[in-house]
T-cell receptor, first 111, second 117 residues
């Protein structure tokens, strides 16, 4: 079936270091969404990418959608302790009505 | 505050029992989604309703069922509970399909933590 793989599963960084999580799909995605879940909280929508090769920035966060629309990445520059949480990617494959979720990358930041 | 409400916040019950989880979507949202999140597991999509009708089904067990009512609130019924059903259950809602090929983002409620003893 359709799968979205996310790596790494866990990442531990020192505050100020950069962080990247990658999302790879077995099929072409019509769009991809990124969510962040803080410890003890619920997932919160960050961004959606739709176009092939699209790059979007939110302050220190940079999101990319691959040219083939099968992969995506989230890069955080100079991490802060407020970046702690689990980052999920999720995408729709074609006209499929189900949003397929990655397992998430848990980020820990040492102050 | 996402605007999605879920009750109860916590639920403790015994194996074999049946429980009902309740969700009220954001005002104006027609779609409701249910997810299960266990320890060390990602979000498992269970089921989606749109304006009262089932729209998409995920890994929902036969012991589980859901419905969306005319006022758009939704209930998730879990029966013959097992220890492995202990998890955080999230409800999310979204508006109509977005423009430009996108789909509207999902807004999650605070979740119901179910503990089966």
């Amino acid at each position: 079936g359709q799968q979205v793989m996310q790596i790494p599963q866990y990442q531990h960084v020192q505050e100020g270091e950069d962080f990247t999580t990658y999302c790879n799909s077995s099929t072409t995605l019509s769009n991809i969404q990124w969510y962040k879940q803080r410890p003890g909280g619920h997932p919160v929508f960050l961004i959606q990418l739709v176009k092939s090769g699209e790059v979007k920035k939110q302050k220190r966060l940079t999101f990319q959608f691959g040219e083939a629309k099968k992969n995506s990445s989230l890069h955080i520059t100079a991490t802060q302790t407020t970046d702690v949480g689990t980052y999920f990617c999720a995408g729709y494959a074609g006209n499929n009505r189900k949003l397929i979720w990655g397992l998430g990358t848990s980020l820990a930041v040492n102050p | 505050d996402s605007g999605v409400t879920q009750t109860p916040k916590h639920l403790i019950t015994a194996t074999g029992q049946r429980v009902t989880l309740r969700c009220s979507p954001r005002s104006g949202d027609l779609s409701v989604y249910w997810y299960q999140q266990s320890l060390d597991q990602g979000l498992q999509f269970l089921i989606q309703y749109y304006n009262g009708e089932e729209r998409a089904k995920g890994n929902i067990l036969e012991r589980f069922s859901a419905q969306q009512f005319p006022d758009l609130h939704s209930e998730l019924n879990l029966s013959s509970l097992e220890l492995g059903d202990s998890a955080l259950y999230f409800c999310a809602s979204s508006g109509p399909t977005g423009l430009g090929g996108g789909r509207n983002e999902q807004f999650f409620g605070p979740g119901t933590r179910l503990t089966v003893l």
